[in-house]
Nanobody, 130 residues
Framework: QVQLVESGGGLVQPGGSLRLSCEAS????????VGWFRQAPGKEREEIAC????????YYRDSVKGRFTISRDNAKSMIYLQMGSLNPEDTAVYYC???????????????????????WGQGTQVTVSS
């Protein structure tokens, strides 16, 4: 059974940085596509960034390109999201998710944009405010 536990959220001032971590257990992470998603109050959950198990390719939504970096450490079974130049619009609950890499015909961008992941963490709150 997959278990994902996020950490690293908190209150940060505009322009600040945070690093979110996600510990995965119950799986061998190297065989899974992984992603970060977020949901702001009153809004639908949206994709932020995803990274492929196949070749390490990444996808980012436009609004975070150049500010956020997704990474993975398969040996430690960890997924990270380094966030910089944060602004109040980044305030949300942030979730990590995994999906077994069984559909090689589906790109990481498609998986990410359709939120097509089957295991999710409980989320960590990120608040950007002065």
């Amino acid at each position: 059974q997959v278990q994902l536990v996020e950490s690293g959220g908190g209150l940060v001032q505009p322009g600040g940085s945070l690093r979110l971590s996600c510990e995965a257990s119950g799986i061998t992470l190297e065989f899974y596509n992984v992603g970060w998603f977020r949901q702001a109050p009153g809004k639908e959950r949206e994709e932020i960034a995803c990274i492929s198990a196949e070749d390490g390719s990444t996808y980012y939504r436009d609004s975070v390109k150049g500010r956020f970096t997704i990474s993975r450490d398969n040996a430690k079974s960890m997924i990270y999201l380094q966030m910089g130049s944060l602004n109040p619009e980044d305030t949300a609950v942030y979730y990590c998710a995994t999906e077994p890499n069984l559909r090689s015909e589906v790109t990481i961008m498609t998986l990410c944009k359709t939120l097509d992941f089957d295991s999710w963490g409980q989320g960590t709150q990120v608040t950007v405010s002065s």
